[in-house]
């Protein structure tokens, strides 16, 4: 069965520093994708980055960036020069294609980022 | 572009009542997707709709359901809620649903079952 595990349970950091959350996941498929979202105190989960498992090229999007590698099932996400408004939960996710759609995301429990002056 | 909103977001209600939220999708977006997150449990898969008929369902009991009508809005409904059903119920949107497609979740509906 699929898994997803974020061992960070929170992490405190002083902004500017730059941050990287784990995500290590766990799937007997293929083909799936990797997710990492956000959710700030109002609930709302954002959606920041997706990758497939058949591109682990890695990218940077502004202040995020991403390190994809199979070989060790990870999926780690980096924020650089962390703001204040980065505070909030991070959740990694995890979508097979046996599934067949897009939806059945299994996440992790989430990383507790906080962001102080 | 609109994006995914939930009715109502707070909800109060006592063991035994039934309930029923709504979630309206992104314009387009014909696949509606609903998760429960609770403290405990984390967020998990409660089912899926797509073209009027869910298409793939979590590991809940048929306390819990839920529809999707032509215009693609879905409700969720939980009969007989218990203390344990106290939760965020998030819904998300995604076109046209398909393993390529990144899910877009709505503000959530808080539920207090007292």
């Known amino acids: 069965a699929q898994k997803v595990t974020q061992a960070q349970t929170e992490i405190s950091v002083v902004e500017k520093e730059d941050v990287t959350l784990d995500c290590v996941y766990e799937t007997r498929d293929t083909t799936y994708y990797l997710f990492w979202y956000k959710q700030p105190p109002s609930g709302e989960l954002v959606f920041l980055i997706r990758r497939n498992s058949f591109d682990e090229q890695n990218e940077i999007s502004g202040r995020y960036s991403w390190n994809f590698q199979k070989s060790t099932s990870s999926f780690n996400f980096t924020i650089t020069a962390s703001q204040v408004v980065d505070s909030a939960v991070y959740f990694c996710?995890?979508?097979?294609?046996?599934?067949?759609?897009?939806?059945?995301?299994?996440f992790g429990t989430g990383t507790r980022l906080q962001v102080t002056l | 572009k609109a994006g995914v909103t939930q009715t109502p977001r707070y909800l109060i209600k006592t063991r035994g009542q039934q309930v029923t939220l709504s979630c309206s999708p992104i314009s387009g977006h014909r696949s509606v997707s609903w998760y429960q997150q609770t403290p405990g449990q984390g967020l998990q898969f409660l089912f899926e709709y797509f073209s009027e008929t869910q298409r793939n369902k979590g590991n809940f009991p048929g306390r819990f359901s839920g529809r999707q009508f032509s215009n693609s809005r879905s409700e969720m409904n939980v009969s007989t809620l218990e203390l344990g059903d106290s939760a965020l119920y998030l819904c998300?949107?995604?076109?046209?649903?398909?393993?390529?497609?990144?899910?877009?979740f709505g503000p959530g509906t808080r539920l207090t079952v007292l």
């Open positions: 998300a949107s995604s076109f046209p649903g398909q393993i390529t497609d990144t899910q877009y």
């Open positions: 996710a995890l979508s097979e294609a046996w599934a067949g759609t897009a939806s059945k995301l299994t």
